[in-house]
């Protein structure tokens, strides 16, 4: 007989490895769970590093309803080259001499694009264009636009400027930043119409994610410490700190585990998604209010 292996349900926050994608990590999370039920919220490019919110087993069904929409970096701009990606992994498109560049013009230039602005995403992004990948059609050579979009940068800052001269010789700046904006924000497009203000060209050279939602770097794991010891954030708990709590009696609990859709009180009115309870805290469903009663989004009780 072979041994039953019980997969803990819940999320397991990653520090994600450079030059892995997040489903490679999702693949290599099967390994470590020894479970194909494993999903990811919020890509993160192969380039960069950084928190990965992983949902493994049950945890797979809040994957969808977790408010994740604010999310911090700390980055490299470099000044004064374009790329074909608008960061490192793309060949050199163009250099220009950076070194005139003054701190009062990129502080102007950062001051442009904080805010609520209208980004272009990269060409080589997985964003679909009438059904179709961003980046296969920029691989393909295809020409085409993608329209701009509102995005929130709600801070911006540089921590330090630094002269440095690119392999073909040009004086650049690398300016160390870091940047906590909206879900769907693209920093190496923040590099990229950074570089073009000032005229001198930008892309993204190095990237870490610090935090996305109220998940952050201090309570993520790299994978090599994962195979060591699985941390499993528990499926209740995860649930418990994401959404709003609703606590039920035996009763009631019964009822919505029986498909009865119950009347909500008031106060969850336009709360979204609400994590329900039975009286001896075990997480039965993620519901939220319609014409006054509970919808299920999500059960597990």
């Known amino acids: 007989m072979t041994e039953k292996h019980n997969t803990p349900d819940g999320l397991v926050i990653v520090d994600k490895p450079s030059g892995f994608t997040s489903h490679d990590v999702v693949a290599k999370m099967r390994g470590i769970a020894r479970t194909r039920r494993v999903g990811h919220a919020g890509t993160l490019d192969p380039m960069a590093t950084g928190v990965l919110v992983l949902g493994v087993e049950r945890a797979t069904k809040l994957l969808g309803h977790l408010a994740l929409t604010e999310k911090e970096y700390l980055g490299t701009i470099r000044l004064g080259q374009t790329t074909l990606t608008d960061d490192a992994e793309g060949e050199i498109t163009g250099s220009r001499d950076a070194s005139k560049v003054t701190r009062e013009a990129i502080d102007a230039g950062i ?4 805010g ?3 980004q272009v995403p990269s060409k080589v992004s997985a964003i679909k ?11 393909e050579g295809e020409d085409f636009e993608i329209p701009a979009r509102p ?10 400027v630094r002269d440095a001269v690119a392999d073909d010789g040009t004086p650049v700046l690398d300016l160390v930043v870091s940047v906590t904006c909206s879900s769907g924000t693209y920093i190496r497009a923040l590099a990229r119409d950074l570089g073009a203000g000032l005229g001198v060209g930008g892309h993204l050279t190095a990237l870490r994610r610090t935090r996305v939602g109220p998940y952050k770097l201090d309570g993520a794991r790299t994978l090599d410490q994962l195979q060591q010891e699985l941390t499993v954030m528990p499926v209740a708990d995860a649930a418990g700190a994401a959404f709003p709590r609703w606590d039920v009696d035996t009763k009631r609990a019964r009822l919505l585990t029986n498909g009865v859709r119950l009347e909500m009180p008031e106060e969850y009115t336009g709360a979204g998604a609400v994590a329900v309870f039975d009286a001896e805290g075990r997480l ?15 059960v597990f009780g």
């Open 116 to 118: 609520d602005i209208m």
């Open 111 to 114: 001051a442009e694009l904080s």
């Open 129 to 139: 264009i009438k059904g179709v990948r961003s980046y296969k059609r920029a691989r």
């Open 151 to 160: 995005v929130t940068v709600s801070s911006f800052a540089v921590y330090d």
């Open 284 to 298: 039965l469903a993620l519901v939220e209010e319609h014409k006054g009663k509970a919808k299920s989004l999500a």
